[in-house]
């Protein structure tokens, strides 16, 4: 069924990715200007020689994705495509790297691996994200990487350093990972110390902390400047402590709602889709059975690993003043995924036959939905993707000697 997964995902990642979304967003043509900058000159606009961080508008920006994109725009030239194409692709391999984590972690359950492979390409979180120009899908795909690296560790430390390698680049793509791994890491190891510090673990821990001190250095030298988190990700500056702390709590709760992940979008139209959720409103059900199963297998390995991202993760976005941010709490589409798996196959084992009729049904219903909301009603959002900047521009480069008056009051507040 993974090759089945791969067949759904390529096409509704990939199918008319320059004209959907529609519009070149500023953050695409932010990184895609950075990108064509560093190709030419090998350095950024601002004339910085291959910058570890890079400068955006207002923000200090994790680097690895325009630096990938400069290959993408080296193999494609300067395109929206170009651009998108690292997460569109990123988000094809997060398909093969869901199935394998899943693997790993329930080798007996051999239709969970499929059931999460499936998942993951038909919702509209991960299509969203995997069809856009900047960061947020492969940073998610690197720290779902690591996840699968870092469990096999624990039976072949080896895989150690490449668990280190990946959740190290995910932090140098996005926000959310820089806060979210090292929480998720120290956690890891109190909970699963028995099967980390081994004797013949440690070799290999020794060279993983190594690797990851060298590859942090330039992490640890901005970590007290606002470059390292932006102000964004700071709840209610102006309330009290106290204040703060009812707060945060407020919106750690709705981050692991499933009203806000199975029914009400992300209030920002320019980060989600049209009339739908992260996840489409009928995965509400394997996600509770999941939710259920994984509450009474408690004390199993793989299902404190579980429980360790979906509690873990929540708390980047859950430290913002946004309301629902879908781009800040990606993340947590990997653990969710997990329990919705875990739950279809619960389902299975209940209903018998009738399963693969009712699953087939609703994947197909899935797609044809996602096929509908993404090319048929995101257009109308056109607005919000700065839509029509490149007609403007065609026209700015034929009345050269003109002066155009340019009116963005119609745009979304920053």
Not at 81 to 100: D, E, K, M, N, P
């Amino acid at each position: 069924m993974l090759v089945l997964a791969l067949a759904v995902a390529i096409p509704l990642f990939f199918y008319q990715l320059e004209q959907h979304p529609p519009g070149f967003y500023i953050d695409e043509a932010l990184v895609g200007y950075s990108a064509r900058s560093l190709q030419l000159t090998g350095k950024d606009e601002w004339g910085k020689v291959l910058p570890f961080f890079l400068r955006f508008y207002g923000s200090y920006n994790p680097p690895l994705y325009t630096y990938l994109t400069v290959i993408s725009e080296m193999v494609f030239g300067l395109t929206v495509f170009s651009v998108r194409f690292v997460s569109a692709l990123a988000g094809v391999i997060g398909a093969v790297l869901i199935y394998w984590l899943v693997s790993e972690l329930w080798p007996d359950k051999k239709f969970s691996a499929a059931f999460a492979a499936l998942t993951y390409v038909t919702t509209p979180w991960v299509m969203f994200y995997a069809r856009i120009g900047y960061e947020v899908n492969l940073s998610m795909v690197l720290l779902l990487a690591g996840l699968a690296c870092l469990w096999k560790a624990l039976k072949r430390p080896p895989w150690y350093l490449a668990a280190t390698l990946a959740l190290t680049l995910s932090a140098y793509t996005a926000y959310a990972e820089r806060l979210a791994v090292p929480i998720f890491l120290f956690l890891f190891l109190v909970i699963f110390r028995q099967d980390i510090f081994r004797r013949q673990s440690y070799p290999w821990l020794s060279m993983s902390l190594i690797l990851g001190l060298v590859l942090n250095l330039p992490h640890f030298y901005i970590l007290f400047t606002p470059a390292f988190l932006p102000k964004a990700m700071e709840v209610a500056p102006n309330l009290s402590e106290i204040g703060r702390l009812r707060e945060f709590i407020a919106q750690y709760s709705n981050y692991l709602s499933p009203v806000s992940l199975f029914f009400r979008p992300d209030p920002d139209p320019q980060r989600s889709l049209p009339r739908l959720a992260a996840f489409l409103p009928w995965l509400v059900i394997p996600y509770g059975f999941g939710l259920i199963y994984l509450w009474r297998q408690v004390k199993q390995r793989p299902v404190k690993f579980v429980w360790l991202m979906l509690l873990t993760f929540a708390l980047p976005a859950a430290l913002t003043r946004d309301p629902f941010a879908s781009h800040r709490s990606f993340p947590l589409v990997i653990p969710v995924i997990l329990a919705v798996s875990l739950g279809l196959e619960v389902i299975r084992k209940k209903i018998g036959r009738i399963f693969w009729f009712l699953f087939f049904i609703l994947l197909f219903v899935g797609v044809a939905l996602l096929s509908y909301v993404y090319f048929g009603l995101l257009p109308y959002r056109a607005g919000v993707w700065m839509a029509g900047y490149d007609k403007l521009a065609q026209e700015v480069r034929v009345h050269p000697q003109s002066h155009f008056l340019i009116d963005q009051n119609r745009l979304k507040p920053s």
